[in-house]
């Protein structure tokens, strides 16, 4: 099965389809796998029958998660992925339109690993991708599955 | 007093004095007196010895009988007034003799003449030894006379210079006495002067007391060690619905809640075991009860005071309904502020988040257009998307500014000692790095703190230090400084630049929102950034200006 480097997490339809866009310009399109409320991105890792990490349920190398999402928001994803052993090491890059100060610190205080405010200009945003995509996809090392012992 | 019974008993010795003086006055008369008694006794008793020797009459011998029945109970007068006196006494002998003799002589006379009938003559004249020894008792007699009356000159004068002492003391004494009399008199006038001065500032005092008492704000109770009321002015009638008559007098306890009566009696021994000045139950809410029974908030504080009814503790009262009142609305408004804040908070959010999100919409799906529709959009189309790109760049970054403007507004203000000099040159070095190939020389002098809020400051300092990094991007030897100046005694800090400057007829408007003094395309901005600077400032109680030329450069002075 393939891998799924990037998750993206996101509601807003516009939103969606220019961080696409954005991610094709870079080349990374077609290893994203998108959520579009926080209890859509939960169920993705921790639905019935999920195993994340294991057979047939790799993790995403990143997952670009927004904040403002209906249901469940994205500092409690993070929270809900921070709580479990198996995603708990998983790389997650807050991608947000806020710079508020609080979210920021809950943010990396809920264990993000990244905190990245977008940016109006369109070709900025771009920019901003290839630069997340070049990181974390390949600069980046990610955490080894962690290995169930049967 | 000791004077009056000095002279009492003085007067009292010299009139006894003056008694024996009189006494032995009289002493002495009636020893005169008897003296001449007993000569006229003896004449007598020879006058009618003669008259009998002469007539033979026996009514001659009366008073010879008569004479002779005094003669020794007079003599014997004499004797005993004369016994003080042995001169006397002993010419009272002599003539004791003499006159025994003599009555002898003349009892023989008279027996003789009996029995003759007729005189005859003296045979043997015992006349003339008769007359001899009458003689000499006469002499004797005037002699003692002499003697008494000596005695009684003396006696006089001793008695009246006696009395004239006596008067002297009587009339000395009786003087000093009035003297003393009148100086006691005068005195006690004095005393009572001085008494009625003391009642009379005693009770201008009181006055002044009383009138203190009433003319205090606050409600004065008084109160004695045994917890009873003893005094209360006016506004404590008002303010308990007691008529003073009421409250003197009764235990304290009655202007409290039922309550807090118990307590207050242990707290009352207390305080006066060891009495200071202070308030009352302090951290207590204290609560005072009207004549109809309704509870009311207090305020008190203690003192005692020194009257003439002993130490008394003073409380002066107020009644804090009102301002327990006011700490309501205060509180109620307060808590009404925060809720507003917070509102502000969420809405600030909210713009941070929701209203970026369709700008990032318009732009990026714009530029989609002039990309994917590249062939099919011409010139001016593409143009056209481009200023919508512009715009909605631009709004943004108005988004940005006005978040940050009102973060600013409502941050709190936390002062610490803040170096302006270390701020500013890391400020400088990230403009350095974000535009490298421009040439600015910054000079920036160094230890310059201040007590300030550090990341409002930093705000302050970014937007100083950017604005004179853009205005100067058109020279070739840009200069960039960070200082401060003393002008007037008072000491500014400033960021001054060569740039572009500002003309100085809209210096008014340096400062307002969103008003800029260039256009956007020789120098970009919104405008916010020294509106921005002027809030901070202000909010630290300082003081910002700017003074600039066109093309002269500009200096921004601040204070804070």
Not at chain 2, 82 to 91: E, F, L, P, V
Request: hydrophobic share 40%; glycine share 8%.
């Amino acid at each position: 099965m393939a891998a799924y480097p990037i998750f993206l997490v996101e509601d807003n339809p516009d939103e969606e389809t220019l961080t696409l866009r954005a991610l094709e310009k870079n080349n990374l399109r077609n290893e994203v796998i998108i959520a579009h409320d926080g209890a859509q991105a939960l169920d993705f890792f921790f639905g019935p029958g999920k195993d994340p990490g294991g057979d047939g349920y790799p993790l995403p190398q990143v997952v670009l998660l927004d904040l403002k999402l209906p249901k469940v928001d994205g500092l409690e994803v993070l929270r809900r992925l921070r709580a479990d052993t198996r995603t708990r090491l998983l790389p997650v890059v807050i991608l947000t339109s806020s710079s508020e100060e609080k979210d920021i610190i809950e943010g990396y205080g809920l264990g993000a690993n990244s905190y990245i405010r977008k940016p109006v200009d369109f070709g900025q945003f771009v920019e901003a991708v290839r630069q997340l995509g070049l990181y974390w996809l390949l600069l980046n090392e990610p955490p080894p599955p962690i290995r169930r012992v049967t | 007093m000791v004077f009056a019974a000095v002279g009492a008993f003085f007067s009292y010795q010299n009139r006894s004095k003056e008694q024996a003086d009189a006494a032995s006055v009289a002493h002495t008369h009636r020893g005169i007196e008897t003296l001449d008694t007993l000569l006229t006794d003896l004449i007598d008793a020879e006058t009618g010895e003669r008259g009998f020797l002469l007539t033979g009459r026996n009514s001659y011998l009366q008073p010879y009988t008569a004479a002779l029945s005094h003669l020794n109970s007079d003599f014997d007068l004499v004797r005993e007034l004369t016994a003080d006196n042995s001169g006397q006494q002993r010419k009272l002998d002599r003539m004791k003799s003499l006159i025994a003799t003599e009555l002898v002589g003349m009892r023989n006379s008279i027996a003789i003449r009996r029995k003759q009938k007729s005189f005859n003559g003296p045979a043997n004249s015992p006349i003339g030894a008769e007359r001899q020894r009458m003689d000499r008792i006469r002499s004797l007699i005037a002699q003692m006379r002499k003697e008494e009356e000596g005695l009684l000159q003396q006696r006089l004068e001793a008695a009246s210079s006696d009395s004239r002492k006596t008067r002297f003391v009587i009339l000395s004494g009786n003087l000093l006495g009035l003297l003393l009399l009148g100086a006691a008199g005068f005195l006690i006038h004095g005393e009572m002067n001085r008494c009625r001065i003391i009642e009379r500032d005693l009770r201008v005092s009181e006055d002044r007391f009383k009138g203190i008492l009433e003319s205090a704000p606050d409600a004065i109770v008084i109160v004695n060690r045994a917890g009873r009321i003893a005094h209360v002015n006016s506004q404590t009638e008002k303010m308990f619905g007691y008529a003073r008559t009421a409250l003197l007098g009764k235990p304290v306890e009655m202007l409290m809640p039922e309550g807090v009566r118990h307590a207050h009696e242990d707290h009352r021994a207390g305080y006066f075991s060891n009495p200071q000045s202070r308030p009352m139950g302090m951290g207590m809410e204290l609560r005072g009860m009207r004549q109809d029974g309704t509870e009311f908030p207090l305020e008190i504080s203690l003192g005692q005071v020194e009257t003439n009814e002993g130490k008394l503790v003073c409380a002066a009262v107020r009644d804090i309904t009102m301002r327990v009142q006011m700490e309501q609305e205060i509180k109620i408004r307060n808590a009404q502020l925060e809720a507003a804040n917070k509102e502000l908070e969420a809405f600030c959010y909210s713009v941070s988040h929701d209203l970026r999100a369709p700008l990032r919409s318009i732009d990026g799906f714009s530029q989609a257009l002039i990309e994917d529709q590249a062939d099919r959009i011409d010139a001016p189309g593409k143009a056209h998307l481009e200023r919508i790109r512009a715009a909605t760049r631009r709004m943004g970054e108005l988004i940005d500014d006005l978040l940050s403007l009102s973060r600013v507004t409502r941050a709190e203000i936390s002062r610490k000692p803040t170096n302006l000099s270390e701020m500013a040159g890391s400020i400088a070095a990230e403009l350095r790095r974000q535009q490298p190939e421009r040439e600015v020389e910054f000079v920036v002098a160094p230890g310059l703190t201040a007590n300030a809020d550090p990341r409002l400051m930093r705000i302050v300092l970014e937007n100083l230090l950017g604005n004179s990094w853009k205005f100067t991007s058109k020279r070739e030897h840009a200069h960039v400084e960070f200082g401060r100046t003393e002008e007037n005694g008072s000491s500014a800090f400033f960021v001054r630049d060569n740039g572009a400057g500002f003309d100085p007829a809209y210096s008014g408007r340096l400062f307002g929102a969103f008003q800029r003094l260039h256009p956007s395309s020789e120098f970009p901005g919104t405008g916010i950034g020294l509106a921005t600077v002027q809030r901070i400032i202000h909010r630290h109680g300082g003081k910002v200006w700017g003074e600039g030329q066109v093309e002269g450069g500009a200096t921004f002075y601040f204070r804070l």
